[in-house]
């Protein structure tokens, strides 16, 4: 690794810092796995870094030179794939895709084997999973860092993405204001957990019984105690839109979860993100959704692809968090954590 590329880096940090009359942060997780591995310095650090990156992408294009990152799929995938895959290439690195849609990752063999194997061969893992506990069980085992780019529980990348988007829309994240509408799910839980750690402002509705995990809100409420969060989980959209910044919707079935679909699709319209929902958030307000979405469903057309719909800019946002993320973690010369944090 180009050592220019590291001073660049940490000389880009330190500038931002003295800019903003705080302190230079630094990065000191082995593994994202979690938002919680990350804590509000180090969402803080990756927002700035990659801020950094997508402005000055060529101080960075030898930063990771000699590193390799292999990324294993459960899940299909276009914006996480070509974004990860991408990322490394710019900084100089090498990607290397497993598509393992056909079988869960430990099916054939012991993750724990999986692990040490991999471990010998690359520097990073990512992983795209149907559990978080794979992730978990790879970030245990292994001794290189694991990045979580979506499970059942966490999709702290594109949360990532999601406030770098509000951040360059709005400025100070700590007054913004972010509703989410639609099933308590993975990004729901990943924007709360986000949002917790940078102080700022969010609104979850959901119907009865879809609501987020009662163990992430109560992460983000004990997050939100330090930083002066604020976090309220509602059942009525109108009332979470209301004078929103940004209105956030998802899929109502994530994959893996098509047996609900019939069930969902009864509930769930009511919370279909339309003219009429985006009406009441504040006139200025940006509609965000992390896609794939099923237009007609979630959200109408009219709003999709409306002059609101910042859907794009959260897909580009991916590729520059991602590069955030992989400095941060590789960007220590040699250094391999003797164990994760998950151990």
Partial sequence: MSSSAVAAGKSALHSKAVRNSAPVRTFWCSDVVSTLDLGPEGVRAILDLAEIMKARPTDFRTALAGRQMVMFFEKPSLRTRLTFESG?????????????????????????????????????????????????????????????????????????????????????????????????NNVAHSLLLTTA??????????????EPSAEIVADALEIAKGTGAQIQLMNDPHEAVESADAVYTDAWVSMGQERETQEKERIFPHYQVNPELMAKAAPHAVFMHCLPAHRGLEVTDEVMDSEQSVIFEQAENRLHVQKAILYLLLSGGDRRPSRSAHA
């Avoid at 849609?101 to 054939?108: C, S, Y």
């Avoid at 993405?161 to 913004?176: C, I, P, R, S, V």
């Avoid at 750690?197 to 879809?210: E, H, K, N, Q, W």
Wanted: proline share 3%.
């Fill in 88 to 184: 490394m290439s710019a900084l100089g690195g090498t990607a290397m895709f497993v598509d393992q849609r056909q079988e869960r990752l430990d099916a054939r063999e012991k993750l724990s084997d999986i692990a040490h194997n991999l471990e010998r061969w690359v520097d990073v893992i990512v992983l795209r999973t149907f559990s978080q506990e794979t992730i978990a069980g790879m970030a245990r085992y292994a001794s290189v860092p694991v990045i979580n780019a979506l499970s059942d529980v966490e999709h702290p990348c594109q949360a990532l993405a999601d406030f770098l988007t509000l951040q360059e829309q709005f400025g100070d994240l700590k007054n913004t204001r972010l509703a989410y509408v639609g099933d308590g």
């Fill in 197 to 210: 750690c940078l102080g700022s402002s969010i609104r979850v509705a959901t119907p009865a019984g879809y």
